[in-house]
């Protein structure tokens, strides 16, 4: 399960004479998710936004209105909830109370799905009519329709069902070992793997991922919420140990026959990326090996489950991560884009079936973020890159016959977009420091955008503190870093203010952007309404910054990372206003591990810290994610060992405060318990707490209760 | 299993002009047990003290000495290792290298038992032979020795095994279900339970317990130590839930038999005092119901299992709790004397063995403690009471037929006492406050004592701070409450200090008597060096001060408890050199109920607690003591609901420390996950510390750490 860490938007916009009527100060309420208030704060954005045919399409109120192309039409009504239920064939009872009921199936679909209870309707917009309905999900996970067809796919514990409209139950496998689980996502969510189905593109043929897990250890979590408290045992497989067996049945629900692709041994590898041809006739995976440095790409025939072809190997001294399937040209879908970070940076490159490489498509010192799709007749390109600014992401498009690149996004900031039913036109939704979110239509053809959504600045009556970005140079001078540094509410030049450094600094993330407030989380704010400087940077090892940046803290995680964060420290001894003698660290997960090697490495900076969730030992960690940047602990037993906090206990000399929740299935309590027990060891002494029944997050209404918890630790010891 | 408490020794004895030459200050490494130099402050006292026929033995060096009885005598060497081994014929290599390897077989034997490795030698000290060979017991548990034959009977697993001296292993039991269990304590080590066999007392039948517990819920302790943490399941019955059934096997080594006594039904009750009759033939069980409030004394045949007799049945409103088996006279078989407390204090009873009430044979307001046996020829029955005072314990000499009583024990103190073989000598070993133990024997015919050994003050040349023992009344002025109270080093009368109040509470405790240093933990005076108070007072509820002052706790456990350390912090509060804003709380077990008692009941009045395996609600404790103190959740929901901690959570002020042994199975860490779930839930702050893979008291080195870490969380927060 993929490291997730809370980034939560808040903000500055210091404008002079501005006055301010309310809101001061803002409470951990009005910034932390979960908070009362925290509603408040949000920008108003458009809701459920997706294209339906080539109207853009939002829900307001209880109403879906259709986005205006220009200044001078207004938005229209699409259809509203009571459209709806009045002319839906359903029971009273069933119909939709709220538009969060209702999905739309497609861009290219005229059908609506509604959910009610344990059923969902396909409504069909135009004939008003209900084409297909489906029971009985209430304990449905993993829910999957088809395109093309009414089949839909789901998990209910361990085995993959489908329905086919008609609300019947058909068992696509029937599995009593729990130790073996079908239909859901596999390799704990690495390598871009987010469900475990896949239908084909005409609807008629179901891929899916079987995991054999009976080998895997059980790991014993244990709920304490019961009288008696409760055993939750997970598989949970760790660096270097064994690890499931994953392979992929094709299933037809007119044969009701599933055929196994012919993957092969050794079992013990990452089948990823499975991605269906256009003709739904060839299923394509790329193959990544236990060790992560060899991927290749291929194809098997969806019929038979034999291999067609190995179309092409790629390997790199460190690791290949891949993160994206084939992307079949619409013009010519005998050749596709495949991302590559082979030259030091995400890139494009169209190859043929065969697997010959035809051109690279897209190159320079910066990384394709995401692609988008294709123009109507598959002519441009449209995608999402780092070009503009490693701090912002724009959109793009790019013929692909002549080469030519325009940047589709005007406004500075952080955009993202979907196309329309046919390509013409791309939705355009941004923020950016000072602007709080704007969503726009951008017509292909003209290249023109048309911004018709603004959201008003949330904290427009609270006087907030000054966020600045900005960036430094690593100790080699060579890269530059990029920080954010929120100033206390009205600072004061020649006073001397405690900091608080926020950090993450794990791979596939990024914090400081160019982003409403530019990512500044509530907490900093918090903070920095209390007094104290909140100050966050990026180091090597972090996200769209290229490859190389990213894969220097190979074998070695925590000591690059520790490097470049000490030299956003020693940026901040050079602030007059800094206080050096109080600077604290707190970080979540990877950034909990941050914060500990910053503690532990640096004991004479660091005087508190606040570790959430850290790994403390890369061994307690497990396979997919720490052999990639560890290798095992049996390849690299110095690496694990330089890197483990446990071994560094002794070194404790400031406060630091570890916390952890009890059932965390990603980073397992055993780290910081590991760590205690070394501390006590050794004689030092960090403090603990505990969020008993939570994840690696503490979510809802406890995440306010953190973060007071959080404050108040540094005000007992740094304020 | 019963509550455990760690209380270790310290001292006061502030004398005018003594000068001190070195250890000041002490360190947490002197006073906590673990402590590297722990060692220099115990007392020396004669080690492996015992019995042998009329000669009082102890271990000095290597050297097996014999006290003196007379001040005109000096200690004799009865027997040297070196004599053992030069005459001991078994292999060089198991040959003992220390006498902490031998053991008296008891004062009526002249057999010693030389445990070396795997095997015990059973050596006669006068023909110099090897009587009895034991074997392979690496993974024997619970050794349980007959006399009168060579038989030993002990545990493996689950199973119940014996010996017969010649080294071979007879199963008695061979369950392969894990969850019935033989030979072991049962009960959870209530009502005086401390061993699961008996031998009778020819030594030719083993009475044992088998306790089937298939039926008790399964509770999830893990063990993190491994690198993939392990489930320890232990099977945990919490009050008003299923309890195990226990029977009680009679094992006939010759025919290699086994016949259960009859104990029918209902299955879930209390099989307590196995004992036999002195002819061998029969066994008493005071049986005891589920609810805990009736007492009955049966007698069974050993051949047949069948019941004999129904001797008599004890009954009290609010519980009956059995801790001593009958006594039978040495002068007459057919009588025996039963302890119970049904006048309202713990004294003896002359009963004959068809139930017939004879006699009282002890009265007046103060418990009988506990009986040490006879005189030569059974006319005089020693004991020790707590007559002479409700914070001593003294040696007791009744003269059976007059009921003349004489207090043997001379000196002020706290006293234990075993006879000599014939019951002619009793040993006498005690300390008090200013004393740091002493060692005598007492002739019970001249009633005269010799003191063989006087230790040394072993705070001889350090200045300690100033210990005061006293008492104070019960809020309706009606009930003494003995209270130990220390000063700060160096203490000055015109300063305000700091308190800490150290409490236990529960029952079957006495913290403070006159004992060496009035029992004063070596915390206790570290905190007294660091500028703190330490106070501590035993309020009702707890031991040696009759039944009427203990059970008035009944169904509100922890409220007439704090009521009674309100009174002793009315009492510090009246004293000058109170600070009465900077008042503290600690606690462990039941004391770290206590400890939250008194800050979420009086949280305006406790700036800091620190709270160690605290109970926080009855209902996760366990059926024998919970319910008999408590009676079950289902009877008393206003008691639980009263008494639960995690209600109290919205309470919580000050600052609160919880600490817990992940993997106490006595008080399981739910219990303080409960309460930081409650607060977390409300919104207050206690902090909160894990002792990896500690129980219900940290041991060993750990300790140290332990003390280390409380003592921060009060220079942290009311220094």
Same mark, same amino acid.
């Given at each position: 399960?993929?490291?997730?860490?809370?980034?939560?938007?808040?903000?500055?916009?210091?404008?002079?004479?501005?006055?301010?009527?309310?809101?001061?100060?803002?409470?951990?309420?009005?910034?932390?998710?979960?908070?009362?208030?925290?509603?408040?704060?949000?920008?108003?954005?458009?809701?459920?936004?997706?294209?339906?045919?080539?109207?853009?399409?939002? $829900?307001?109120?209880?109403?879906?209105?259709?986005?205006?192309?220009?200044?001078? &039409?207004?938005?229209?009504?699409?259809?509203?909830? $009571?459209?709806?239920?009045?002319?839906?064939?359903?029971?009273?009872?069933?119909?939709?109370?709220?538009?969060?009921?209702?999905?739309?199936?497609?861009?290219?679909?005229?059908?609506?799905?509604?959910?009610?209870?344990?059923?969902? @309707?396909?409504?069909?917009?135009?004939?008003?009519?209900?084409? *297909?309905?489906?029971?009985?999900?209430?304990?449905?996970?993993?829910?999957?329709?088809?395109?093309?067809?009414?089949?839909? %796919?789901?998990?209910?514990?361990?085995?993959?069902?489908?329905?086919?409209? /008609?609300?019947?139950?058909?068992?696509?496998?029937?599995?009593?070992? /729990?130790?073996?689980?079908?239909?859901?996502?596999?390799?704990?969510?690495?390598?871009?793997?987010?469900?475990?189905?896949?239908?084909?593109?005409?609807?008629?043929?179901?891929?899916? @991922?079987?995991?054999?897990?009976?080998?895997?250890? !059980?790991?014993?979590?244990?709920?304490?919420?019961?009288?008696? $408290?409760?055993?939750?045992?997970?598989?949970?497989?760790?660096?270097?140990?064994?690890?499931?067996?994953?392979?992929?049945?094709?299933?037809?629900?007119?044969?009701?026959?599933?055929?196994?692709?012919?993957?092969?041994? #050794?079992? =013990?590898?990452?089948?990823?990326?499975?991605?269906?041809?256009?003709?739904?006739?060839?299923?394509?995976?790329?193959?990544?090996?236990?060790?992560?440095?060899?991927?290749?790409?291929?194809?098997?025939? %969806?019929?038979?489950?034999?291999?067609?072809?190995?179309?092409?190997?790629?390997?790199?001294?460190?690791?290949?991560?891949?993160?994206?399937?084939?992307?079949?040209?619409?013009?010519?879908?005998?050749?596709?884009?495949?991302?590559?970070?082979?030259?030091?940076?995400?890139?494009?490159?169209?190859?043929?079936?065969?697997?010959?490489?035809?051109?690279?498509?897209?190159?320079?010192?910066?990384?394709?973020?995401?692609?988008?799709?294709? !123009?109507?007749?598959?002519?441009?390109?449209?995608?999402?890159?780092?070009?503009?600014?490693?701090?912002?992401?724009?959109?793009?498009?790019?013929?692909?016959?002549?080469?030519?690149?325009?940047?589709?996004?005007?406004?500075?900031?952080?955009?993202?977009?979907?196309?329309?039913?046919?390509?013409?036109?791309?939705?355009?939704?941004?923020?950016?420091?000072?602007?709080?979110? /704007?969503? *726009?239509?951008? !017509?292909?053809?003209?290249?023109?955008?048309?911004?018709?959504?603004?959201?008003?600045?949330?904290?427009?009556?609270?006087?907030?503190? &000054?966020?600045?970005?900005?960036?430094?140079?690593?100790?080699?001078?060579?890269?530059?870093?990029?920080?954010?540094?929120?100033?206390?509410?009205?600072?004061?030049?020649?006073?001397?203010?405690?900091?608080?450094?926020?950090?993450?600094?794990?791979?596939?993330?990024?914090?400081?952007?160019?982003?409403?407030?530019?990512?500044?989380?509530?907490? =900093?704010?918090?903070?920095?309404?209390?007094?104290?400087?909140?100050?966050?940077?990026?180091?090597?090892?972090?996200?769209?910054?290229?490859? !190389?940046?990213?894969?220097?803290?190979?074998?070695?995680?925590?000591?690059? &990372?520790?490097?470049?964060?000490?030299?956003?420290?020693?940026?901040?001894?050079?602030?007059?206003?800094?206080?050096?003698?109080?600077?604290?660290?707190?970080?979540?997960?990877?950034?909990?591990?941050?914060?500990?090697?910053?503690?532990?490495?640096?004991?004479?900076?660091? /005087?508190?810290?606040? *570790?959430?969730?850290?790994?403390?030992?890369?061994?307690?960690?497990?396979?997919?994610?720490?052999?990639?940047?560890?290798?095992?602990?049996?390849?690299?037993?110095?690496?694990?060992?330089?890197?483990?906090?446990?071994?560094?206990?002794?070194?404790?000399?400031?406060?630091?405060?570890?916390?952890?929740?009890?059932?965390?299935?990603?980073?397992?309590?055993?780290?910081?318990?590991?760590?205690?027990?070394?501390?006590?060891?050794?004689?030092?002494?960090?403090?603990?707490?505990?969020? #008993?029944?939570?994840?690696?997050?503490?979510?809802?209404?406890?995440?306010?209760?953190?973060?007071?918890?959080?404050?108040?630790?540094?005000?007992?010891?740094?304020?």
């Amino acid at each position: 399960m993929r490291f997730t860490h809370f980034i939560f938007l808040a903000t500055s916009l210091l404008l002079p004479m501005k006055s301010y009527s309310q809101d001061i100060p803002l409470t951990l309420e009005d910034l932390i998710p979960g908070g009362k208030t925290y509603y408040k704060y949000r920008a108003e954005m458009p809701r459920q936004l997706t294209w339906y045919g080539e109207n853009l399409v939002y $829900a307001k109120g209880d109403s879906l209105m259709i986005a205006p192309y220009t200044d001078k &039409e207004k938005p229209k009504v699409l259809l509203t909830l $009571a459209d709806i239920n009045n002319s839906i064939q359903i029971d009273q009872s069933q119909k939709p109370g709220s538009l969060n009921r209702v999905q739309f199936v497609s861009p290219q679909s005229h059908l609506l799905r509604i959910v009610s209870g344990g059923s969902i @309707y396909l409504y069909d917009m135009v004939t008003k009519t209900v084409k *297909a309905e489906y029971k009985s999900l209430e304990k449905a996970e993993n829910r999957d329709w088809a395109e093309g067809t009414d089949y839909m %796919a789901y998990t209910k514990d361990n085995n993959l069902y489908i329905q086919d409209g /008609k609300g019947k139950e058909i068992a696509v496998t029937n599995e009593s070992n /729990k130790g073996v689980v079908s239909g859901q996502t596999v390799h704990r969510n690495e390598f871009g793997i987010d469900k475990g189905t896949f239908w084909s593109p005409q609807g008629d043929l179901l891929a899916f @991922y079987k995991m054999d897990e009976t080998m895997v250890t !059980d790991y014993p979590l244990v709920d304490i919420s019961a009288r008696v $408290a409760r055993l939750k045992d997970i598989k949970y497989p760790m660096a270097g140990m064994k690890s499931h067996h994953v392979t992929i049945g094709i299933y037809n629900p007119v044969t009701n026959n599933t055929v196994f692709l012919n993957t092969g041994t #050794p079992k =013990e590898k990452y089948l990823t990326n499975v991605t269906w041809s256009p003709d739904g006739k060839s299923v394509y995976i790329a193959e990544l090996n236990r060790g992560q440095d060899t991927c290749v790409l291929k194809s098997y025939n %969806a019929a038979s489950g034999k291999l067609e072809a190995t179309l092409f190997t790629e390997t790199h001294k460190k690791y290949v991560e891949p993160e994206h399937g084939a992307i079949f040209l619409k013009s010519d879908p005998s050749k596709f884009l495949w991302f590559s970070k082979r030259d030091g940076f995400n890139h494009l490159y169209l190859y043929d079936v065969s697997g010959k490489l035809i051109r690279q498509i897209t190159s320079g010192s910066w990384d394709v973020l995401s692609v988008l799709g294709f !123009d109507e007749k598959g002519e441009n390109l449209f995608y999402l890159s780092a070009e503009a600014s490693p701090i912002e992401k724009h959109i793009y498009k790019l013929d692909l016959k002549t080469g030519k690149k325009i940047q589709l996004s005007k406004e500075e900031g952080m955009h993202s977009a979907m196309l329309s039913a046919s390509g013409r036109y791309i939705s355009d939704v941004y923020n950016s420091q000072y602007n709080a979110g /704007k969503a *726009a239509i951008t !017509d292909t053809k003209t290249n023109k955008t048309h911004i018709f959504h603004s959201a008003k600045d949330p904290f427009r009556n609270t006087k907030l503190p &000054e966020i600045t970005l900005g960036s430094i140079k690593t100790d080699d001078g060579k890269t530059d870093l990029y920080y954010r540094l929120v100033k206390p509410l009205n600072f004061d030049p020649n006073k001397k203010y405690p900091v608080v450094v926020y950090v993450y600094g794990g791979p596939h993330s990024q914090m400081v952007n160019n982003s409403w407030m530019a990512q500044t989380r509530g907490w =900093e704010i918090y903070m920095a309404e209390k007094g104290y400087i909140a100050f966050s940077l990026d180091n090597r090892g972090t996200s769209n910054r290229g490859f !190389d940046f990213e894969n220097i803290t190979h074998r070695q995680l925590g000591v690059v &990372e520790t490097k470049d964060q000490m030299s956003g420290v020693a940026y901040l001894k050079s602030l007059p206003y800094v206080d050096a003698d109080r600077i604290g660290v707190h970080g979540w997960s990877f950034g909990g591990f941050m914060t500990m090697n910053l503690m532990l490495r640096h004991s004479d900076v660091f /005087k508190v810290g606040v *570790a959430g969730g850290p790994v403390t030992d890369w061994k307690y960690y497990e396979i997919m994610y720490g052999e990639r940047y560890m290798d095992s602990p049996q390849e690299n037993p110095e690496g694990y060992k330089e890197t483990s906090m446990v071994n560094r206990a002794s070194d404790l000399k400031g406060r630091l405060l570890i916390i952890h929740g009890d059932e965390d299935p990603t980073v397992v309590m055993q780290h910081s318990l590991q760590f205690i027990k070394s501390a006590i060891g050794k004689g030092t002494h960090p403090d603990f707490f505990v969020y #008993p029944g939570h994840g690696h997050n503490m979510i809802g209404r406890d995440r306010v209760h953190l973060h007071e918890h959080i404050t108040r630790y540094f005000d007992d010891f740094l304020k």
